[in-house]
């Protein structure tokens, strides 16, 4: 029978099964998992969790039971610091087990053991709870975000018209420009033909001589003598002046 039988001794003695399980607990810590066999992982956790609330107390006497069964002072400097602060939110469960299967000769079920070290996630009741905050606080800033969002097209609209203005009265200030160079270009050329009119030319200076001998061939035509014969009858003329 097994009367006030508590532990499991494996089929070992006592300082057999204590020493396996202090090696055990300090390349737990070290380590952060190992694997065993289930029985033996399901005693070790009873051993882990003892060490893990003596690191949350934190006290020269915790620390002092703690290396009676660490073997390892640097392991338990590391689980009263860093192991310590991340179980301080948990109560209880600190460790994890894993079935991987059996083990290839005695077919023994083999396990990983392992700290968990995951926060705890919020209870159903809290994760309802937020979304109705988020409902109450949505009204609020909706109709912010639309009304900037439709103030901004507002500007831009204005921004164009502008552009378009100041485009429309550059094109008409270039047409005004290239309208006057062509009406300054027009009186050039008329200035230009004037003074051409006004310089007197080959036609003027020989007018007179034109004139003197039309009057002269009319004088002719009316004393009967042609053209043609008027240098001889000059000369004939004047012949006769002479012996006069």
């Known amino acids: 029978m097994r009367h006030r039988r508590k532990a499991k001794y494996f089929g070992v003695k006592t300082a057999h099964r204590k020493a396996m399980f202090r090696n055990m607990v300090t390349s737990l810590f070290r380590h952060g998992r190992i694997t065993t066999t289930v029985p033996r992982a399901k005693e070790l956790r009873r051993v882990a969790d003892k060490m893990v609330t ?11 039971q703690a290396l009676s069964v660490i073997m390892d002072k640097a392991v338990v400097a590391k ?13 209880g469960g600190y460790t994890r087990i894993v079935k991987i299967g059996p083990r290839r000769g005695d077919g023994a079920m083999m396990c990983i053991i392992e700290l968990v070290r995951e926060s705890i996630k919020p209870s ?12 109450e606080v949505a009204p609020t800033v909706i109709p912010e975000a639309k009304e900037e969002a439709s103030a901004e097209p507002e ?9 378009a203005g100041d485009s429309e009265s550059e094109s008409v200030s270039e047409k005004a420009e290239v309208s ?13 033909e004037s003074t051409t009119d006004e310089i007197p030319g080959e036609s003027e ?10 009057e002269d061939l009319e004088n002719a035509g009316a004393d009967g003598v042609e053209a043609r014969d008027l240098p001889d009858n000059a000369a004939e003329i004047e012949e006769t002046e002479k012996k006069e």
């Open 205 to 214: 200076t020989e007018q007179p001589v034109v004139e003197a001998v039309a």
């Open 124 to 135: 159903g009741s809290k994760r309802k709870k937020a979304p109705a905050a988020a409902e």
């Open 155 to 163: 500007q831009d609209t204005e921004v164009l018209e502008e552009k």
């Open 180 to 192: 006057a160079e062509n009406s300054e270009s027009s009186d050039i050329s008329e200035e230009e």
């Open 79 to 91: 689980l009263f610091t860093e192991i310590a602060d991340q179980m301080m939110s948990r109560n």
């Open 54 to 64: 003596l690191a949350k107390d934190g006290s020269l006497h915790a620390r002092r």
